[in-house]
């Protein structure tokens, strides 16, 4: 029977990691019988979107680079193929295992199927898997409260908006996307006691369908909600959701980001000016936390949770106009205190 490790929550900051978990097996990079590898430190393969996104894999490709600068050790990131299958997923893992790569890291729910079938093969490699639960002994699932940081952008939206319309872009419709739509359309209701309307939409059903990866697409959906009076337009869509920003910028409404500080990624420069906020999710926080705690030979086993009251999810504010939206900053703050204080719940779905 596998060992159930307890679930424990793990705090990221900029400057310092708590990291509270269970050991369990060494940091060799051992694995399929080969015998024993030199550890050539952290891997990550990216989700739909790869590197670029401004988002998402640009996050956890931040965390690789904090790893490598401080460990002083090879690392890799490998790109997806358009179309690829779960057989063309596990290839690439048990690939950077079988080099020696550890931990090896799949950015995305993606990489369940594939992950769950390569870690048994490599016991003395860890794993790790964003926004996904597998269950191994070498497998760490770095699973977000994305529905809190969601929260807080509805809020921020409910306080913004002068048309009582705001909008939403979800990338595909998929249950990890629906905790953002959850989240955000809660903190909409609770601070404007349900005067102002969410209007939501999902680009596509599948991820192979560009859901994640297609700015056109999120362009398209954000004009459409624009022209029944949206001015604030969230979006959890990827790589797609730069579509989103630019028609938002273009039309001189609000936009959210999402995952990463938005507002300050180099390549959406041209439209910060509209990006509010973003609701941030420590990607690259949870990433370099597994990497250290391999480094230190107790490696993270089991799921890790990163939620406000850790700092693994938030709301940015580096926009200064976020601070000069009337009642803005205050109502976030209290919804802050309100859900790591337990008196708000938010929901998931």
């Given at each position: 029977m596998r060992?159930?490790s307890?679930l424990?929550?793990?705090a990221?900051?900029v400057?310092?990691?708590?990291?509270?978990?269970?050991a369990?097996g060494g940091?060799?990079?051992?694995?399929?019988?080969?015998g024993?590898k030199?550890?050539?430190?952290?891997?990550i393969?990216?989700?739909?979107?790869?590197k670029?996104?401004?988002?998402?894999n640009d996050a956890?490709?931040?965390g690789?680079?904090k790893a490598?600068d401080?460990?002083k050790?090879?690392?890799?990131?490998?790109?997806?193929?358009?179309?690829?299958?779960?057989?063309d997923?596990?290839q690439?893992?048990?690939?950077l295992?079988k080099?020696g790569y550890n931990?090896v890291?799949g950015v995305?729910f993606?990489?369940?199927?594939?992950m769950?079938?390569?870690?048994?093969?490599?016991?003395?490699?860890?794993?790790?898997?964003?926004?996904?639960v597998?269950?191994?002994d070498?497998?760490?699932?770095?699973?977000f409260?994305?529905?809190q940081a969601?929260?807080?952008?509805?809020?921020?939206a409910?306080?913004?908006?002068?048309?009582?319309?705001?909008?939403?872009v979800?990338?595909?419709?998929?249950?990890?996307?629906h905790?953002f739509?959850?989240?955000y359309k809660?903190?909409?209701e609770?601070?404007?006691?349900?005067?102002?309307?969410v209007?939501?939409?999902y680009l596509?059903?599948?991820?192979?369908?560009?859901?994640?990866?297609?700015?056109?697409?999120?362009k398209?959906?954000?004009e459409?909600?624009?022209e029944?009076?949206?001015?604030?337009?969230?979006?959890?869509?990827g790589?797609?959701?730069?579509?989103?920003?630019?028609?938002a910028a273009?039309?001189?409404?609000w936009?959210?980001g999402?995952?990463s500080?938005?507002y300050?990624?180099e390549?959406?420069?041209?439209y910060?000016?509209?990006?509010?906020t973003s609701?941030?999710?420590?990607?690259g926080?949870?990433?370099?936390?597994?990497?250290?705690?391999?480094?230190?030979?107790?490696?993270?086993?089991g799921?890790?949770?990163f939620?406000?009251?850790?700092n693994?999810?938030?709301?940015?504010?580096?926009?200064?106009?976020?601070?000069?939206?009337p009642?803005?900053?205050?109502a976030?703050e209290?919804a802050?205190?309100?859900?790591?204080?337990g008196?708000?719940k938010?929901?998931t779905?």
């Open positions: 060992r159930i307890k424990t929550r793990v990221v900051g400057a310092s990691l708590a990291l509270a978990a269970t369990c940091t060799s990079g051992e694995g399929g019988g080969d024993e030199e550890n050539l430190g952290l891997a393969a990216y989700d739909i979107g790869g670029g996104d401004q988002s998402f956890a490709f931040a690789l680079t490598k401080e460990f050790y090879k690392t890799a990131d490998i790109e997806p193929t358009e179309g690829e299958t779960d057989a997923k596990e690439r893992l048990a690939s295992a080099q931990p890291i995305g993606a990489y369940g199927p594939a769950e079938a390569v870690a048994k093969d490599y016991p003395d490699t860890t794993f790790g898997i964003v926004d996904s597998v269950e191994g070498n497998v760490t699932s770095l699973v409260a994305e529905e969601s929260y807080l952008a509805g809020v921020a409910a306080k913004a908006t002068k048309t009582n319309t705001v909008g939403f979800g990338g595909v419709d998929i249950p990890l996307i905790k739509e959850a989240g809660q903190g909409v609770d601070t404007s006691g349900g005067k102002v309307k209007i939501s939409q596509t059903q599948t991820a192979e369908e560009g859901g994640f990866s297609s700015p056109d697409k999120g398209a959906a954000a459409g909600q624009i029944k009076k949206a001015d604030v337009v969230y979006q959890a869509a790589l797609s959701g730069q579509g989103v920003i630019e028609a273009k039309a001189k409404v936009a959210i999402v995952d500080d938005q300050r990624q390549a959406l420069a041209a910060k000016d509209s990006i509010l609701a941030l999710k420590d990607v926080g949870a990433v370099y936390a597994l990497a250290k705690s391999v480094e230190d030979g107790k490696p993270l086993t799921t890790q949770t939620d406000l009251k850790v693994g999810v938030g709301l940015s504010e580096s926009n200064p106009q976020y601070a000069e939206i009642g803005l900053k205050d976030v209290k802050k205190e309100g859900i790591t204080g008196q708000i938010v929901r779905e």
